[in-house]
């Protein structure tokens, strides 16, 4: 599967939680199919998920086209905002 979106089953943040459900709740309206990497499984998906986006200190949730970065949670609302999702997702 292309689109991955990584993100944490567990956190205290509000607005990470918050940002995780929008995310699946756009991607799912507009029937992009996604794959689900929950970094809280072990700190080597968190840090495969940092290496990949070039930011030691990044934070979920954040969308990659397979390996390919494409941005998180700020990134992805302004491209809904533009509704150029799919060109923010490197489909098109």
Same mark, same amino acid.
């Given at each position: 599967?292309?689109?991955?979106?990584?993100y944490?089953? *567990?956190?205290?943040?509000?607005?990470v +939680? &918050?940002q995780q459900? =929008? *995310?699946?709740?756009i991607?799912?309206s +507009? &029937?992009?199919?996604? =794959?689900?990497i929950?970094i809280?499984l072990?700190?080597e998906?968190r840090? =495969?998920m940092?290496?990949?986006?070039?930011?030691?200190k990044?934070v979920?949730p954040?969308?990659?086209?397979e390996?390919q970065?494409?941005?998180?949670?700020?990134?992805?609302?302004?491209?809904?905002?533009g509704?150029?999702?799919e060109?923010f997702?490197?489909?098109?």
């Amino acid at each position: 599967m292309g689109i991955k979106l990584y993100y944490t089953t *567990v956190t205290a943040s509000r607005t990470v +939680k &918050s940002q995780q459900s =929008e *995310v699946m709740r756009i991607l799912e309206s +507009k &029937s992009i199919q996604y =794959e689900l990497i929950d970094i809280s499984l072990s700190g080597e998906l968190r840090d =495969e998920m940092r290496n990949k986006a070039g930011d030691p200190k990044a934070v979920p949730p954040l969308l990659f086209n397979e390996d390919q970065y494409c941005g998180n949670y700020d990134d992805f609302s302004e491209a809904v905002e533009g509704d150029t999702v799919e060109q923010f997702l490197k489909m098109a």
